[in-house]
């Protein structure tokens, strides 16, 4: 059923103060993003942020929601059009550790430190953090799942793996962004692969 034209309008207002909330964040940090920096950018008033969104740390997990948008959709797209396991499981990590160039991390790498940063002393944002974990969790354990049912692979502890191995990618990503001299994207990359080869039992 199509929404009355004042919900749709409201719609596009919320999805514009969270792309801006977004860029915004990215730019100069969660802690120095204000409402009022937001509601300015958009050319909206700071109540109406808080309107749509109640809190700050709200909008922090909404930014991070609609920034994430492009990566599971291309990962949907990704596990179409991609049969194979070890291939979906290379492609997924060149998409979560992409090479960087001239230390232009992506975007989404700042909103994702930032949520861990509010998660670890708000009870809210941690709550948001863990529903946000489980979908990323969704696509590495579909992927196991299907190279099981398809017989690329043995019996292996799904839920096991999935924990470890994003926990893994996470950790690399931190490195990467960090720009630790020992782990570059490259690095990273095949580290993440050499750990699931070895998991998966895939010489």
Do not use: H
């Not at 920034?67 to 492609?91: G, H, I, Q």
């Not at 790498?109 to 979908?135: C, H, I, S, T």
């Not at 001299?181 to 699931?196: E, H, I």
Request: net charge negative.
């Amino acid at each position: 059923m199509a929404k009355a034209p004042n919900e749709a309008v409201a719609d596009v207002r919320r999805d514009q103060m969270v792309a801006a909330a977004a860029q915004l964040i990215a730019e100069r940090g969660f802690a120095e993003t204000r409402i009022a920096d937001v509601a300015s950018r958009v050319g909206a008033s700071p109540a109406l942020v808080i309107y749509y969104f109640g809190t700050k740390d709200s909008l922090l997990t909404e930014a991070l929601r609609w920034s994430e948008r492009e990566f599971y959709a291309s990962a949907e797209a990704m596990l179409r059009e991609t049969p194979a396991m070890m291939t979906r499981l290379e492609t997924l990590v060149t998409m979560c550790i992409p090479l960087i160039e001239d230390g232009q991390v992506p975007a989404d790498w700042g909103l994702w430190f930032d949520l861990w940063a509010q998660a670890f002393r708000n009870p809210q944002v941690k709550q948001d953090r863990v529903l946000l974990d489980e979908q990323w969790r969704a696509v590495i354990s579909r992927i196991v799942q299907d190279g099981v049912a398809a017989g690329e692979i043995g019996d292996v502890d799904v839920e096991w793996f999935t924990i470890m191995w994003s926990s893994l990618l996470d950790g690399l990503v931190v490195q990467v962004a960090l720009d630790d001299p020992l782990v570059t994207g490259d690095r990273a990359q095949r580290v993440a692969l050499d750990v699931a080869r070895k998991e998966l039992g895939i010489s």
